[in-house]
């Protein structure tokens, strides 16, 4: 593993150089203001009709439309939802500067080939390791959020000292920035996400939820037991891992999940895993949702909105309405 800090950070090939920002949603706004205050020339690309366009104005950035902001830029960042990306890249390719740096916070349209960056390109990806309101907290505390590095193209030579720098101006190298490959980010992203940060945990709590509620016990204590409560243990989780978790639980807790958690997740549920991760090297997860974009998203819509209807919702919103301290 080859990991990167300040130290190894060369921040003049930057200097005097713009760098635009395509995007201004959770990661672009946090990369924008982050590049901002670290010194860098720092320029917006977005739809003059778009609602972010005033938000980024009031932010005190500069701000042009996409195909405008690019020119000049010696780092053009595509911080736009992954399926539009390939059309915006298609918008503003004339306009980007012979020998650029394209930049992405995730590897799907470069590794999936949604998007053939032109020939003279380098290709990059810096990654931060949390949602963007994250990356500008801790950048303003002082702190960071480790970023994933990686370079798919250097025409320059210098595609990792821009990348470093990049990461160095939203605040990852004083966290760790993490030599990755496109591959790598993007199968394993897709993997995290499916198997267990969404898919995984939200059908495991669900599904408890139910086993309760059928059983006959009440939908309220259901909810605090398989939803509100995980909390609890994700932070333990983040902040030590299962040692932490292990020494703040209980020995009851403990010994249940030494013994039992093994029979939830066992190996029938390793194997739908590895078929998971299986369609996501092969391709087939990036075919079905480009195909379920370009058809309308009909069944994407369908099953969220069966998602979002679910009694969880109903008892967990009534019973969080009486949470004064959490953010709705």
Request: charged content about 25%.
């Given at each position: 593993?080859?990991?990167?800090?300040?130290?190894?950070?060369?921040?003049?090939?930057?200097?005097?150089?713009?760098?635009?920002?395509l995007?201004?949603?959770?990661?672009?706004?946090?990369?924008?203001?982050?590049?901002?205050?670290?010194?860098?020339d720092?320029?917006?690309?977005?739809?003059?009709?778009?609602?972010?366009?005033?938000r980024?104005?009031?932010?005190?950035?500069?701000?042009?439309e996409?195909a405008?902001?690019?020119?000049?830029?010696?780092?053009?960042?595509?911080?736009?939802?992954?399926?539009?990306q390939?059309?915006?890249?298609?918008?503003?390719?004339?306009n980007?500067?012979?020998?650029?740096?394209?930049?992405?916070?995730?590897?799907?349209?470069i590794?999936?080939?949604?998007?053939?960056?032109?020939?003279?390109?380098?290709?990059?990806l810096?990654?931060?390791?949390?949602?963007?309101?994250l990356?500008r907290?801790?950048?303003?505390?002082?702190?960071?959020v480790?970023?994933?590095v990686?370079?798919?193209?250097?025409?320059?030579?210098?595609?990792?000292?821009?990348a470093?720098?990049?990461?160095?101006?939203?605040?990852?190298?004083?966290?760790?920035?993490?030599?990755?490959?496109?591959?790598?980010?993007?199968?394993?992203?897709?993997?995290?996400?499916?198997?267990?940060?969404?898919?995984?945990?939200?059908?495991?709590?669900?599904?408890?939820?139910?086993?309760?509620?059928?059983?006959?016990?009440?939908?309220?204590?259901?909810?605090?037991?398989?939803?509100?409560?995980?909390?609890?243990?994700?932070?333990?989780?983040?902040?030590g891992?299962?040692?932490?978790?292990?020494?703040?639980?209980?020995?009851?807790a403990?010994?249940?999940?030494l013994?039992?958690?093994p029979?939830?997740?066992?190996?029938?549920?390793?194997?739908r895993?590895q078929?998971?991760?299986?369609?996501?090297?092969?391709?087939?997860?990036?075919?079905?949702w480009?195909?379920?974009?370009?058809?309308?998203?009909?069944n994407?819509?369908?099953?969220?909105?069966?998602?979002l209807?679910?009694?969880?919702?109903?008892?967990g919103?009534?019973?969080?309405?009486?949470?004064?301290?959490?953010?709705n």
């Amino acid at each position: 593993m080859q990991m990167y800090s300040e130290s190894d950070v060369d921040t003049t090939c930057l200097e005097g150089k713009r760098v635009a920002i395509l995007g201004y949603g959770s990661q672009g706004r946090a990369h924008a203001l982050n590049l901002k205050d670290s010194g860098h020339d720092v320029v917006v690309g977005l739809r003059r009709e778009g609602a972010s366009w005033k938000r980024a104005v009031a932010d005190g950035l500069k701000v042009e439309e996409p195909a405008d902001a690019v020119k000049g830029a010696a780092i053009v960042a595509f911080l736009t939802p992954d399926l539009v990306q390939a059309a915006l890249y298609q918008g503003v390719e004339a306009n980007l500067e012979q020998g650029a740096a394209i930049l992405f916070a995730h590897g799907f349209n470069i590794h999936f080939k949604q998007i053939e960056p032109r020939d003279d390109l380098d290709v990059i990806l810096i990654a931060p390791k949390g949602p963007g309101g994250l990356v500008r907290r801790q950048y303003e505390e002082g702190h960071g959020v480790p970023c994933l590095v990686a370079v798919e193209r250097d025409r320059t030579g210098s595609a990792l000292k821009l990348a470093l720098a990049y990461a160095h101006g939203i605040g990852g190298s004083r966290a760790a920035v993490i030599e990755t490959t496109f591959a790598e980010e993007t199968e394993t992203d897709l993997f995290g996400e499916q198997a267990v940060l969404c898919g995984g945990a939200t059908e495991l709590v669900v599904a408890g939820f139910e086993t309760l509620v059928k059983a006959g016990y009440q939908p309220e204590v259901a909810y605090y037991e398989c939803m509100h409560e995980l909390k609890l243990i994700v932070d333990l989780l983040h902040e030590g891992g299962l040692r932490k978790m292990h020494e703040f639980i209980s020995d009851t807790a403990a010994y249940g999940d030494l013994t039992r958690g093994p029979r939830v997740v066992d190996d029938h549920a390793r194997q739908r895993m590895q078929e998971i991760l299986d369609e996501i090297r092969d391709g087939t997860f990036a075919r079905q949702w480009i195909e379920e974009n370009e058809s309308g998203q009909t069944n994407y819509r369908r099953m969220m909105d069966a998602d979002l209807s679910h009694p969880i919702e109903q008892v967990g919103a009534e019973l969080r309405s009486h949470m004064d301290w959490l953010e709705n």
